[in-house]
């Protein structure tokens, strides 16, 4: 359950990074050669990882030419750089170099080629860590500015966010800030309530159309079981919602639930003021639209089910051309990608997840670290060291951090863990309360509501202002 | 050569820590069990690494009660609880618990017990790095405030110096600033010039007593030559200097002369105005006593050698109960601690010294990673990684750095690699004008300089600034 930090990409149809945008930015796709193993001296095998690059805004001729570095996350790095418009129009204006890292395990930046993920071989997933992937950061950007003290500024969303925090607070030789848009960095045990997540989202079906969305959704649970206890009404669902495969036992139905949890979330996290191809194919402000096929408070299960079909489609098939939808992750949502992040989740991307049907709209469901820690093992032979980012980024005790800007939209449900406090005024804390996921990091758009444009421009002079000061 | 930070010990009749001093520091010897690779999932193994423990000084009722923690370097734990004298004085004055932490690999926190240096084991060494250590630190003391605020001061001379600068640097979550005594953290490829340190010592040589002693120093290389050019010289050579093994060739000839070169870096940084035995029994001001035997500039070699026999007495006998000099590293000095060090510099501690006779006291010498390189994988199977501590450090970029104090001896060969200007007004620098190796550093002593004194005041008032902003 919303274990991918970016969304789930549920839909097989839909392939990131190949929208109309990629036509927009351009770049060369190249390769740098990276220690397997950072941190010990046991082997000294090395592998590639992919990096975009473009100094065609860039000014030649000066000696301090910035360099604008995004930390990629947990995926195709095409992908993010497609959907980090920000980066690019703010490069053009700072005439910045602009450099999109893959992070490994992710996209094509494979360790062990296609036998990274060889379930085998469980000794391949040693080297998957925050702490390996910066490092393979901190000697691109060594190697990119060949003995030049070049300005880099690190960028990222999401769990990029996170990491360029991360990088500026590890290597601030290296970078000398970093914008960290919807940076969840607190949302580990013990520094951010499990709940949160699902009462932001809650809340935002509460508020996008009229509150009988959120109650719609929190009576479905019981209305889908009830239906779903024979085999007529499993068929009906299965119809309804035009599902690929068929809802046939418990297991099914639980999968399916889980599924429209994630897309909440995700829809949530979408919810941008514009058509987006971000996580799916949708339209603008997707949870209004949602929520507008729940405007009406259904009493009869019949009348609330079906209702929940056409809203669900906001999400599974805007463009109209879906044939059926995949709710089951276990075969079609397992892309390499959303295998490495649940990968994470296991060693130390460790973020407690529950809820209360009593004040959200989702079923009551307990975290358990006991439980999750077994699944891991089992999946992965890994053993989720839940403490491990506290330990070495801070969690809440940030005061010796500097140069870092947080964004959080608070209609995003991770803005939750995100850091709303500036520790100190070196720290910048911009709140969107328009904004949906990381929205100031995507390019701009006629339809972007004031506090995002005025993010931006915040953002755009802090940053100037670490160059010059450089 | 200059391998050893903190000296090498090369007398075997010596054993660090079990001077008078050890009465006086009084601890529990405690364990605390750490992960072997805390950096990879690759085995979940863990083993016990040592600290000393003293909460007598605390002011128990204090729920902000400081912690002083030495982050322990390359040799057993004890050694340093006895020649770090200002931390338990300091403690005393500012309540605060004393820990000191064992370095893995050094003392009796070995991960793989007395099979740790097993040569034929070559993958044991792997994570001997600077990085697990400062991970053990920083689980150590988050187990020892087990959930509290607690104000947590790093200390740390020499190389144990090196480490509480970098791990207020990485963990400043974890510790509020560092006092970094002597810390040469810029002694690394490319920041500091390689003769840097052997100009130093001559320096010191030059003016401890006449400037005959460097000269006759200088000289005395090629006397050994000649006289060591057949038999009769070779054994006068034995009989002159007490060796323990004879010299019978141009190796044993070669050892004999790094073995004096390592003397006289040792006796510059043990330059203590007060009877000591940090490196081995010294005199107060030993490079003076030295120097006193050389204040005649000798014409003839059969009188320079005459000299220097009696001179080097001052380092090898001081206390006159030796029976013979031992000068072979490869056969008494390489005890466990000493090869741990001498490992280091074969992966991360990459420090060149080379040296020219034209302007010091010294043999020309130039450094060669190449060749370094070959020896260090052809001794231990390790490929040194001489930009991996600039890289994660920052080398002399430490704009971003707070909290750190900086301290060095003038009379301290270690201080040409030491950080001698604040980069910012939270860095402070603290120099010592006759000050050897981390003086500051040790138990206050009636015989200290006036500039001793008044360092330590300023650090003790620094460090209870940090403990009133906590």
Redesign the interface.
């Known amino acids: 359950m919303f274990a991918f930090l970016c969304g789930a990409l549920i839909l097989l149809a839909f392939e990131p990074g190949l929208s109309a945008a990629e036509v927009k930015f351009k770049y060369a796709i190249k390769e740098f050669s990276v220690p397997l193993?950072?941190?010990?001296?046991?082997n000294?095998t090395s592998f590639n990882i992919r990096y975009l690059y473009n100094d065609s805004y860039a000014d030649k001729s000066n000696v301090k030419s910035p360099i604008f570095f995004y930390t990629g996350n947990e995926g195709d790095i095409e992908w993010f750089a497609q959907n980090s418009g920000f980066v690019w129009e703010l490069a053009d204006k700072l005439r910045a170099v602009v450099v999109f890292a893959e992070h490994r395990y992710y996209g094509k930046s494979m360790p062990f080629g296609s036998d990274t993920f060889n379930s085998s071989k469980p000794?391949h997933?040693?080297?998957?860590?925050v702490?390996?992937a910066l490092?393979d950061y901190?000697?691109l950007i060594?190697y990119l500015r060949d003995g030049r003290q070049l300005p880099v500024v690190a960028f990222g969303g999401s769990y990029g966010g996170m990491l360029s925090a991360w990088f500026r607070m590890?290597?601030?030789?290296?970078v000398i800030g970093a914008l960290a848009a919807s940076a969840p960095i607190l949302q580990f045990p013990g520094l951010t309530p499990c709940e949160i997540f699902n009462r932001i989202t809650t809340t935002v079906y509460e508020t996008a159309y009229n509150a009988n969305c959120s109650a719609n959704i929190g009576k479905s649970w019981k209305a889908f079981e009830t239906l779903a206890a024979n085999d007529a009404g499993k068929k009906q669902l299965g119809d309804l919602f035009h599902l690929c495969d068929p809802i046939k036992n418990a297991d099914d139905l639980n999968e399916f639930l889980d599924f429209l949890e994630d897309v909440y979330g995700n829809l949530a996290m979408a919810n941008y003021p514009y058509n987006s191809t971000f996580l799916a194919p949708l339209p603008p402000n997707p949870v209004r639209q949602l929520c507008f096929y729940l405007k009406d408070l259904h009493q009869k299960d019949d009348d609330l089910i079906k209702s929940m079909a056409s809203a669900l489609a906001v999400y599974t098939n805007y463009t109209g051309t879906e044939k059926c939808v995949d709710y089951k992750y276990s075969k079609s949502g397992d892309t390499l990608d959303n295998k490495g992040w649940d990968i994470q989740t296991c060693?130390q991307m460790v973020m407690p997840f529950c809820s209360n049907s009593s004040d959200t709209m989702y079923r009551t469901k307990d975290w358990n670290l006991k439980d999750f820690t077994e699944k891991c093992y089992k999946k992965y032979q890994?053993?989720p060291k839940p403490y491990d980012i506290e330990?070495?980024?801070?969690?809440n005790?940030?005061?010796?951090?500097?140069?870092i800007i947080f964004s959080n939209g608070l209609l995003d449900p991770w803005s939750g863990g995100g850091v709303l406090q500036a520790p100190n005024n070196q720290v910048h804390v911009i709140i969107l309360p328009e904004g949906a996921h990381h929205l100031d990091l995507r390019q701009s758009n006629p339809l972007d509501p004031p506090s995002v444009v005025d993010a931006r421009q915040r953002e755009a002079a802090i940053i100037a202002g670490w160059i010059n000061e450089a």
């Open positions: 193993d950072h941190f010990s001296f046991l000294n000794e997933l040693a080297y998957f860590t702490e390996q490092e901190a000697m060594t590890k290597y601030p030789h290296i060693n890994l053993t330990l070495r980024y801070g969690g005790n940030l005061e010796a951090v500097s140069n």
